[in-house]
């Protein structure tokens, strides 16, 4: 077989390519150099200001709706325009200001048409979650009008999943400007309750264990040691969620933070929220989740792990908060009998337990991936696994006396029994 010639390479004419490509890069480089030097990063295609701080060269525009005109020339250093103090009201932006005002967590500040919620949630340093850069998809920036809903314009096709006063922040321009204005995100600033490492009360037999290097989950290898082995034991109140981190080595309660239940904008009472539900299928349990891992992040932060390093999670609630987290249907709760649909199953003969595991994955927690979430078994209808779980941990099966348990909540439970 003839082999393939080999084309001689021609030095001179490969250098005079290399020298064009060289120059054509080089007076890109040049160029770009230039732009980052003397064209503002906050200006956009359009010339228009995205900056969230005073600038000087901030010119008003025709349709108060619209960005500011940056009245850079791009021939300036753009950063001495920037102001690094307040605003004075003497600026060229020349805002009009309406005679209302916008307020949340005691800070206030003037009100003028156009801006969004999450604007003046910037403005006031009020923190409003997001992912998705404002632009209505990811519905975690979910906010509640206390006053002013008509200053607002009417929610938008990407808020029909709303009701009352509750708005999507990105999505809430004012349209009146001389209504005071009162707002408070859903999901406050967590309060740490606990912060130290409480002395576990019982034996731990957990079903993560770590063997010469390798994490094991009930016998199966799923991941080499990190340095850590935790878990998350969570809460699910209708009014309020506790999540404490636990280390599975020990059994000792690193942290524990307590929050408002985001899912408020679905009503206040179990029963509201099956029907909502119902209507909304969904955005619940998304609220919830994104909740759970934010909270998961902020541990991340503050007691330096990864959210890989957590693989069990045990979740306790009453019998809809549980089943909206597992993804089921709960529409069966709020009708007689009451029964969930696990419940109707494992009266049926058709489960052996009413308990449900399901991979952190499926659900959308960000912990490892091959870690599972454990929700504890219901009781009986809305008496759910909280309930079960406090029996658990006061130890009621072997209690020689009779005792009483009350667990005070949105609803309460009573129990009364003994061995
Ligand atoms: S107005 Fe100022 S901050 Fe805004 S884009 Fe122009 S130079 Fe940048
Ligand atoms: S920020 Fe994502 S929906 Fe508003």
Not at 284 to 295: Q, S, T, V, Y
Not at 365 to 389: C, E, F, M, Q, W
Request: glycine letters at 6%; aromatic letters at 6%; hydrophobic letters at 35%.
């Amino acid at each position: 077989m003839k082999k393939p010639e080999i084309q001689k390479i021609d030095k001179k004419e490969y250098q005079k390519r290399l020298d064009r490509i060289t120059e054509l890069f080089s007076s890109m480089t040049v160029h770009a150099d230039e732009q980052s030097t003397y064209r503002c990063p906050y200006k956009n295609k359009e010339d228009r200001c995205t900056a969230k701080f005073g600038c000087r060269n901030q010119r008003k525009p025709d349709n108060r709706r619209e960005l500011l005109i940056c009245g850079g020339d791009d021939k300036l250093d753009y950063r001495q325009a920037w102001e690094t103090e307040a605003v004075p009201d003497s600026t060229l932006i020349d805002i009009e200001y309406g005679m209302g005002t916008v307020t949340s967590d005691d800070r206030t500040c003037r009100l003028s048409v156009g801006k969004t919620i999450f604007d003046y949630a910037d403005e006031l340093a009020v923190q409003v979650p997001t992912s998705c850069f404002r632009t209505g998809q990811c519905h975690e920036c979910i906010i509640e009008i206390k006053q002013g809903m008509e200053a607002l314009q009417p929610r938008n096709e990407t808020e029909s999943f709303l009701q009352e006063n509750y708005r999507l922040a990105c999505q809430a321009v004012v349209s009146n400007a001389d209504v005071d204005i009162d707002f408070s995100p859903l999901r406050r600033t967590p309060k740490i309750l606990i912060d130290s490492n409480q002395t576990p009360i019982v034996d731990i037999d957990p079903i993560v264990i770590c063997q010469n290097g390798v994490v094991y989950y009930d016998g199966e290898a799923i991941d080499k040691y990190r340095g850590h082995l935790y878990g998350l034991a969570i809460d699910l109140g209708t009014t309020t969620v506790v999540i404490s981190l636990v280390d599975l080595e020990n059994g000792k309660s690193i942290t524990s933070s307590a929050f408002e239940n985001p899912q408020r904008f679905g009503g206040s009472d179990i029963m509201n929220r099956i029907s909502y539900d119902g209507v909304y299928h969904g955005e619940l349990r998304k609220a919830i989740i994104n909740a759970i891992n934010h909270e998961i992040l902020q541990m991340e932060e503050e007691f330096g792990f990864v959210r890989q390093e957590i693989y069990e999670i045990v979740v306790v609630g009453n019998s809809t908060m549980r089943d909206i987290l597992f993804k089921l249907d709960v529409q069966s709760i709020g009708q007689k009998p009451y029964k969930s649909t696990i419940e109707q199953a494992y009266l049926a003969g058709e489960r052996s337990t009413t308990s449900l595991v399901e991979k952190t994955r499926r659900l959308g927690i960000r912990a490892n991936p091959k870690a599972k979430v454990y929700g504890l078994p219901l009781i009986a209808s809305h008496v759910g696994a909280d309930t079960a779980a406090v029996l658990a941990a006061v130890d009621m099966a072997s209690q020689k006396e009779t005792v009483m348990l009350v667990d005070v909540g949105t609803n309460t439970e009573v129990v009364i029994g003994h061995a």
